[in-house]
């Protein structure tokens, strides 16, 4: 009889620790972000990608106010390809600000860039240190992650804070969704995007210009990568397109209101 009440006993706390591990790796279920794209103005959506709620719990960014034609221009700098200073270029220009998500790598090769970003007016926010996947990575790690990029940007320029990440290759997950959320960031996602990363693959600025202009909408998170050649060309055009449409350029530091 002892040996069943034992039996018994560890069968339910096996039970209990099988439960407890079944939840932690749901929570660390990770999710390649996707969107429905938006097509003749209108909006895009996540309705059907499995994490609507889970971005919206957490506060990230997936689009900005669908009742005003504001535009958030934002760059992923993973590694210079000598299109980032014709990008700055344009920006000047036109007057137009963004936001540049670097990582480690970009900040050591390139420090005179990242002043230049912060002088002219933009923001500078965080890809990680080293591109990792971050939902393999603990939360320790997460963090070393994160603040290894904040601390070198700080230290070669004068923007001292940083609160916006991008998670490499779009990879996140319910746990780095709250963890960097307690470590004072808000994941900015995008709601206008195009294959625009591949190097050996680009076909023109006309192509990038049809790409992003067919894809715009109020409120709309327009994510761009600076290594594409076709970007650098075409965004003066993209800029003086969206305007003519009505629309605003904003900062993300001034997104208000955001919706999913």
């Given amino acids: 009889m002892r040996r069943q009440r034992i039996g018994i006993v560890l069968a339910a706390l096996f039970m209990l620790v099988y439960a407890m591990q079944g939840s932690a790796l749901a929570q660390g279920n990770p999710y390649h972000f996707g969107f429905k794209k938006s097509k003749d103005g209108q909006l895009p959506s996540i309705a059907q990608e499995g994490f609507q709620d889970m971005l919206r719990k957490h506060e990230a960014i997936f689009l900005g106010d669908t009742a005003k ?11 210079e390809n000598g299109f980032t200073p014709p990008i700055l270029d344009v920006l000047k220009e036109k007057q137009v600000p963004a936001i540049f998500f670097v990582t480690g790598h970009y900040v050591k090769e390139e420090p005179e860039l990242i002043r230049r970003m912060v002088n002219e007016g933009h923001l500078v926010g965080n890809h990680s240190w080293s591109h990792p996947d971050m939902s393999n990575l603990s939360d320790a790690r997460m963090k070393e992650e994160l603040d290894k990029v904040k601390e070198a940007v700080a230290a070669v320029s004068d923007q001292k804070e940083m609160t ?59 994510l761009l990568h600076s290594v594409s050649k076709d970007n650098a060309e075409a965004l003066g055009n993209i800029i003086d397109e969206a305007r003519k449409a009505g629309y605003e350029f904003k900062r993300m530091d001034e997104l208000q209101v955001k919706n999913y």
């Avoid at 034609?69 to 590694?79: A, P, V």
């Avoid at 995007?193 to 909408?217: C, I, M, N, P, S």
């Fill in 164 to 222: 916006y990440l991008r998670t490499p290759r779009g990879v996140f997950s319910e746990r780095t969704l709250a963890v960097s959320k307690a470590y004072g960031y808000t994941n900015v996602f995008w709601s206008v995007a195009y294959a625009d990363w591949d190097t050996k693959k680009q076909r023109g600025w006309q192509y990038a210009y049809d790409k992003v202009t067919a894809q715009l909408h109020p409120g709309a998170v327009i």
């Fill in 69 to 79: 034609k504001e535009l958030y221009l934002t760059f992923d700098n993973g590694y």
